[in-house]
């Protein structure tokens, strides 16, 4: 069942954000699974939304990205993301 989650990230950068991206970019397989991914900067740091095909998808991206965020210097969370099922999920005007 695909899942949706919203991670807020107070203390983020946007430029630790391109360097983790550009890390994981290098790892094969890191994101299967993920449908959809949104990063938003916010005053205080940064928000993600993702889809993902199931939660053990998810659990397997993070598994790799927790440790390079880290690597990297990114704060610790002050609170787990929120992860909810997916009632519905479309992309205008693609097949399918």
Known sequence: MAIFVHAVLPGVTTDQYDRLNAGLQE???VFDGCVSHACVATDDGLEVFDVWETEGHMNAFVEHMMPLAAGLGWPP????????RVHNHWVPGADG
């Open 77 to 84: 969370a002050d609170q787990p993301p929120r992860i909810m």
């Open 27 to 29: 790892t094969p397989g």
